[in-house]
């Protein structure tokens, strides 16, 4: 099995590793203060870590997030009807599945973190 390849137990312990190791790095970045390590993650830490996953990148990894996510409707809270129609006029269905797939590792990621109480 490829990297761009798994399973849903694979995908939920990636995002348990993802959001253990984002909260550490923000520790080390920040002399160890919570606050300012959970400022940096909202800031924007997390949002580069998902972005330049390979997950959100490639097009199969995307169908595989979708599937595996507990919200893999979360775009739905940034994007309406209207907005999704005109991505998929303009640039076709395909265009959606990076975008479903971001929104989706971002809230796992987000849920995981406030498991492990980094809120």
């Given at each position: 099995?490829?990297?761009?390849e798994f399973t849903s137990s694979e995908y939920h312990?990636?995002?348990?590793?993802?959001?253990?190791?984002?909260?550490?790095?923000?520790?080390?970045?920040?002399?160890?203060?919570?606050?300012l390590a959970v400022e940096a993650i909202h800031d924007?830490?997390?949002?580069?870590?998902?972005?330049?996953?390979?997950?959100?990148?490639?097009?199969?990894?995307?169908?595989?997030?979708?599937?595996?996510?507990?919200?893999?409707?979360?775009?739905?809270?940034?994007?309406?009807?209207?907005?999704?129609?005109?991505?998929?006029?303009?640039?076709?269905?395909?265009?959606?599945?990076?975008?479903?797939?971001?929104?989706?590792?971002y809230q796992d990621i987000s849920d995981r973190l406030?498991?492990?109480?980094?809120?």
């Amino acid at each position: 099995m490829s990297d761009l390849e798994f399973t849903s137990s694979e995908y939920h312990k990636e995002i348990g590793d993802l959001a253990a190791n984002l909260y550490t790095e923000a520790l080390e970045q920040n002399d160890n203060d919570h606050d300012l390590a959970v400022e940096a993650i909202h800031d924007h830490l997390l949002h580069e870590l998902v972005d330049s996953h390979q997950w959100v990148i490639y097009t199969y990894s995307n169908e595989l997030v979708e599937r595996f996510s507990d919200n893999a409707e979360a775009f739905k809270d940034v994007y309406d009807n209207e907005s999704i129609g005109a991505i998929v006029a303009d640039r076709g269905l395909e265009a959606l599945k990076p975008i479903v797939a971001y929104f989706a590792m971002y809230q796992d990621i987000s849920d995981r973190l406030n498991e492990l109480e980094v809120n």
